[in-house]
């Protein structure tokens, strides 16, 4: 029997979500294939009116991810990837994060569903998440949503292998 996913909304990030995406990712599981902890508050500041820019411009962001009663559990959403490595540099990567006591409830699954959709709307024709090697969770959600391994590669200043993973909209 299928699970029903949850129900799950995506807003364009506020000024006062750098302060929630701040406290959610405040925890170490959380953050163990972002680094290990969070940044510092002025980081998801600027993250945050990086998204509202993004999304004024090019009609997507990574949004805010609300739960059934409204509460910021993490973001969703996709923004053209900024580095050299990966071999992706600008094409527009899918990405999520979520707070820990929402794991594994189907929330990021939906919520990347609905990005997909958006994407296809703004006509993205193609996305790319850029996962470490070994994140499970992350590559499971990559499956869910039809995405193929690309390729691996080298992450910069770590031991660790990134995968690229596509998405032909």
Same mark, same amino acid.
């Given at each position: @029997?299928?699970? #029903?996913?949850?129900?799950? =909304?995506? =807003? ?18 959380? @953050? ?5 902890? %969070?940044?510092?508050?002025?980081? &998801? ?31 969703? /959403? ?5 580095? #050299? ?9 899918? /990405? ?10 189907? &929330? ?9 959709? =958006?994407?296809?709307?703004? /006509? ?5 998440? @850029? ?6 969770? %992350? ?6 949503? /039809? ?9 910069? %200043? ?7 993973? =596509?998405?032909?909209?």
């Amino acid at each position: @029997m299928k699970r #029903a996913l949850p129900g799950v =909304r995506l =807003r364009v990030p506020t000024d006062e979500d750098a302060v929630a995406w701040h406290r959610i990712f405040d925890d170490p599981e959380v @953050m163990e294939f972002h680094g290990g902890r %969070s940044a510092e508050l002025s980081v &998801y500041e600027e993250l945050t009116a990086r998204q509202r820019r993004h999304d004024a411009e090019r009609g997507f962001c990574l949004w805010s991810m609300l739960d059934e009663e409204g509460r910021v559990i993490g973001f969703t /959403g996709a923004q053209p990837w900024p580095h #050299a490595w990966g071999g992706a540099r600008d094409e527009i990567e899918i /990405g999520w994060r979520l707070a820990r006591p929402h794991w594994g409830r189907g &929330y990021v699954t939906a919520a990347a569903r609905e990005t997909l959709d =958006r994407l296809r709307g703004a /006509g993205v024709p193609s996305v790319v998440a @850029m996962v470490v090697a070994g994140n499970e969770r %992350s590559i499971a959600v990559t499956r869910r949503l /039809g995405m193929e391994l690309e390729q691996t590669f080298a992450v910069p %200043s770590s031991d660790r292998v990134g995968h690229r993973y =596509r998405l032909i909209l």
